[in-house]
């Protein structure tokens, strides 16, 4: 790190609040699966801004959306109707299956709409009793970081320092439908199952085969919403459109984010029956930018890209060797190597070291990764990588893997 990378993260830290923990690069500009820092040297982006950028950096065809979008409305709030507001509530309605949109623009604020569209569907709809709705979670989720959300987190970093904590959850193990089960059975007020198809930010924890499948069954059963957080895997990431695409399972609500927006604006959405969000009548939930006319223009190309199928056939086959190689090239350091399509969770071995430290090794070779709760490296490139940029990031993290801890 030289003299101007660290001058402009000095100033950085002197008016910015410390909530994060970058690597120490600063990028000005970015193309496809590379950026540039502030010194000129290119980095591969094995990271896409946790699956933001699943098309990679400036894809031509959302710019060309955004630009033309610049030229004629960027900003209405939902007081008055815009042209574009019902095309996207419909073409991403379309795509998910489901009939109805309720259009937000963050992850977190996409999960605390769920919440308040499920509360709201127990009361109105299945008839619990007023104030006593409860919402199953899972153990080492990662939802956001909201006031509410963060009550049902089992993240002491996320928490501390911040009760005191939302009622009406109830967290149970990941990837155990028997454990939902019996919540159900025993509790009638629970009115959704909250879950990450694939668990993220807790190091890339892919559930057992027929997890989602039971869940849906046992949600159904008890009359109770599958929501599934969708911010993450969504759009391509594990090999299909959804996650829960790979077990042939169709959530009551959807929770979109992150690629959804192109890696261009914040847009995020919740998408299920009609019977469902429609609950969320005049009134009851709103944002000033929600839905606005350019993130819409966006979400609409990003939908176009997704029709195509290409992402999610280059994220199966691409992951494919994204995994194979990681497992039969692992140096002695690593535990398991997690994960699905272009995704992976590099889970090191105890005394191997902190993650960050492999991290920063790696920026030094040019490529960009992050480290989740100190022994996990994750990977997540665009899926419009090239195979020969992928192999070559691959070689990077081996040969990091392989070197003496320091």
Same mark, same amino acid.
């Given at each position: 790190?030289?003299?101007?990378?660290?001058?402009?993260?000095?100033?950085?830290?002197?008016?910015?609040?410390?909530?994060?923990?970058?690597?120490?690069?600063?990028?000005?500009?970015?193309?496809?699966?590379?950026?540039?820092?502030?010194?000129?040297?290119?980095?591969?982006?094995?990271?896409?801004?946790?699956?933001?950028?699943?098309?990679?950096?400036?894809?031509?065809?959302?710019?060309?959306?955004?630009?033309?979008?610049?030229?004629?409305?960027?900003? +209405?709030?939902?007081?008055?109707?815009?042209?574009?507001?019902?095309?996207?509530? %419909?073409?991403?309605?379309?795509?998910?299956?489901?009939?109805?949109?309720?259009?937000?623009? #963050?992850?977190?604020? /996409?999960?605390?709409?769920?919440?308040?569209?499920?509360?709201?569907?127990?009361?109105?709809?299945?008839?619990?009793?007023?104030?006593?709705?409860?919402?199953?979670? =899972?153990? $080492?989720?990662?939802?956001?970081?909201?006031?509410?959300?963060?009550?049902?987190?089992?993240?002491?970093?996320?928490?501390?320092?911040?009760?005191?904590?939302?009622?009406?959850?109830?967290?149970?193990?990941?990837?155990?439908?028997?454990?939902?089960?019996?919540?159900?059975?025993?509790?009638?007020?629970?009115?959704?199952?909250?879950?990450?198809?694939?668990?993220?930010?807790?190091?890339?924890?892919?559930?057992?085969?027929?997890?989602?499948?039971?869940? %849906?069954?046992? =949600?159904?059963? $008890?009359?109770?919403?599958?929501?599934?957080?969708?911010?993450?895997? /969504?759009?391509?990431?594990?090999?299909?459109?959804?996650?829960?695409?790979?077990?042939?399972?169709?959530?009551?609500?959807?929770?979109?984010?992150?690629?959804?927006?192109?890696?261009?604006?914040?847009?995020?959405?919740?998408?299920?029956?009609?019977?469902?969000?429609?609950?969320?009548?005049?009134?009851?939930?709103?944002?000033?930018?929600?839905?606005?006319?350019?993130?819409?223009?966006?979400?609409?190309?990003?939908?176009?890209?997704?029709? +195509?199928?290409?992402?999610?056939?280059?994220?199966?086959?691409? /992951?494919?060797?994204?995994?194979?190689?990681?497992?039969?090239?692992?140096?002695?350091?690593?535990?398991?190597?997690?994960?699905?399509?272009?995704?992976?969770?590099?889970?090191?071995?105890?005394?191997?070291?902190?993650?960050?430290?492999? =991290?920063?090794?790696?920026?030094?070779?040019?490529?960009?990764?992050?480290? #989740?709760?100190?022994?996990?490296?994750?990977?997540?490139?665009?899926?419009?990588?090239?195979?020969?940029?992928?192999?070559?990031?691959?070689?990077?993290?081996?040969?990091?893997?392989?070197?003496?801890?320091?």
């Amino acid at each position: 790190m030289t003299g101007i990378t660290e001058g402009y993260i000095a100033s950085e830290q002197l008016h910015s609040a410390p909530n994060y923990h970058p690597l120490p690069v600063v990028v000005t500009s970015a193309e496809g699966s590379w950026v540039t820092d502030i010194e000129g040297k290119r980095y591969l982006d094995f990271l896409s801004a946790y699956s933001a950028l699943n098309f990679g950096h400036r894809h031509p065809m959302l710019v060309a959306a955004a630009r033309k979008q610049l030229d004629r409305l960027t900003l +209405t709030s939902r007081a008055v109707h815009a042209e574009i507001f019902g095309r996207f509530c %419909r073409e991403l309605a379309d795509v998910c299956g489901h009939e109805m949109v309720l259009a937000m623009n #963050t992850g977190a604020e /996409g999960v605390e709409t769920a919440i308040k569209a499920a509360r709201k569907w127990g009361y109105d709809v299945k008839g619990v009793e007023p104030g006593k709705a409860t919402i199953v979670v =899972c153990d $080492h989720n990662f939802h956001g970081r909201t006031t509410t959300i963060i009550s049902f987190s089992s993240d002491e970093g996320s928490r501390s320092g911040f009760a005191p904590f939302t009622p009406g959850f109830v967290s149970i193990p990941f990837g155990d439908a028997d454990a939902l089960e019996r919540v159900l059975a025993q509790d009638p007020n629970v009115v959704g199952f909250l879950v990450e198809p694939v668990q993220g930010e807790a190091g890339v924890i892919v559930p057992p085969d027929g997890y989602l499948r039971a869940v %849906r069954d046992v =949600c159904t059963r $008890h009359d109770v919403l599958m929501i599934a957080d969708e911010i993450q895997t /969504g759009f391509g990431r594990t090999g299909a459109t959804f996650a829960c695409d790979r077990e042939g399972v169709k959530p009551d609500l959807l929770i979109l984010g992150k690629a959804l927006g192109g890696g261009i604006m914040p847009l995020s959405a919740i998408v299920g029956s009609r019977e469902v969000v429609g609950v969320m009548t005049a009134g009851t939930h709103g944002s000033t930018f929600g839905g606005n006319p350019l993130a819409c223009a966006v979400g609409i190309a990003v939908l176009e890209l997704v029709r +195509t199928g290409e992402f999610q056939e280059r994220s199966r086959v691409l /992951g494919e060797h994204l995994h194979a190689r990681l497992r039969a090239e692992a140096p002695e350091v690593v535990a398991e190597v997690r994960g699905v399509g272009l995704w992976a969770g590099i889970v090191l071995k105890p005394g191997a070291g902190p993650a960050r430290g492999y =991290c920063e090794r790696l920026l030094g070779r040019g490529v960009i990764v992050k480290d #989740t709760h100190a022994t996990t490296i994750r990977l997540a490139p665009p899926l419009s990588i090239s195979k020969e940029d992928l192999d070559f990031a691959i070689d990077q993290v081996i040969a990091v893997l392989a070197e003496p801890a320091g």
